[in-house]
């Protein structure tokens, strides 16, 4: 249960303050965006009020926080990683860094083994409807 509850602060945090900062920027902010940063703003900003339902659904919105560990781990791994190694770090890439290292924390509370269970080795979803019994094909709700 305490893996819960500190998932739930989790999802509080980036609702919270991720959340705060850039809705300050979509909503107020004005002038001209690039749309790499249109994009990135609106995804994020997205990402936030999604978060909200993570409070109330801590395991259903798991993939959320999923794509949060993925991307930031990516970001970190594959683009700042290089950079650094390479002594090719800008000032952008390092105020990226210091927003994505928090990933660390989310890698200690995910509920690893849960994550293993719910989405490896649970049988996924049938592509089609079995023909069997029940209502006729395309009928009800799968």
Do not use: N
């Not at 107020?28 to 900003?45: D, N, Q, Y």
């Not at 995910?110 to 269970?117: A, C, F, L, T």
């Amino acid at each position: 249960m305490w893996r819960i509850h500190l998932l739930r602060l989790q999802y509080l945090l980036i609702a919270g303050v991720m959340g705060f900062f850039v809705w300050q920027q979509v909503l107020f902010e004005t002038g001209p965006w690039p749309a790499p940063r249109v994009i990135a703003k609106s995804m994020l900003a997205s990402l936030a009020l999604l978060c909200l339902l993570g409070l109330r659904y801590p395991l259903r919105m798991l993939p959320l926080m999923l794509l949060e560990a993925l991307w930031k781990t990516v970001a970190i791994l594959l683009i700042i990683l290089p950079a650094w190694l390479a002594h090719r770090m800008t000032p952008e890439l390092q105020v990226l860094f210091f927003e994505c290292i928090g990933i660390v924390v989310l890698y200690l509370v995910m509920p690893w083994r849960y994550v293993w269970v719910r989405y490896f080795r649970h049988p996924g979803e049938a592509w089609l409807r079995p023909r069997t019994g029940g209502a006729p094909a395309g009928q009800g709700f799968p």
